[in-house]
């Protein structure tokens, strides 16, 4: 068995949910933070028999969509007026998912 830690963008996880669930798979949604956005993502946790994960793969991989987004360096005001312009947003690509797969040593549900 295997667990899938999918780390998606939060506006495709309802149609990867919606489309894990409807292909008999489970999952849980965690909500969670991207540390170098600092925005709101979404970790989704699939526990699957090992045979199942490409399909599972395949389902991440038909809804999860590689976006650009921008973020403002915070530069001290001090700093920006020594620079003497403006600091460019810097252009970054979030990729459609980030995904650990765990071999999973026990699953039990009591
Ligand atoms: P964030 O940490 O908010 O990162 C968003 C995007 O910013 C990343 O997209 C990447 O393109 C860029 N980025 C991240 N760290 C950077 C750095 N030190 N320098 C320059 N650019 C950087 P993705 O790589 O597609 O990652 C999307 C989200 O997946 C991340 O959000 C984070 O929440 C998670 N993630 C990615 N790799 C991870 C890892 N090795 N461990 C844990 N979480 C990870």
Do not use: Y
């Amino acid at each position: 068995m295997k667990l899938l830690v999918a780390i998606v963008q939060d506006v495709d996880a309802r149609r990867v949910l919606d489309a894990l669930v409807a292909e008999g798979h489970r999952a849980t949604k965690i909500s969670s933070t991207g540390g170098f956005l600092v925005r709101g993502n979404t970790t989704i946790l699939i526990g699957v028999e090992d045979q199942q994960v490409d399909a599972v793969f395949d389902i991440l991989r038909e809804h999860c969509e590689a976006r650009s987004e921008f973020v403002s360096p915070v530069v001290p005001l001090s700093e920006a007026a020594a620079a003497r312009h403006w600091v460019q947003p810097l252009e970054v690509e979030v990729g459609g998912a980030t995904v650990f797969v765990l071999s999973v040593e026990r699953f039990e549900q009591v």
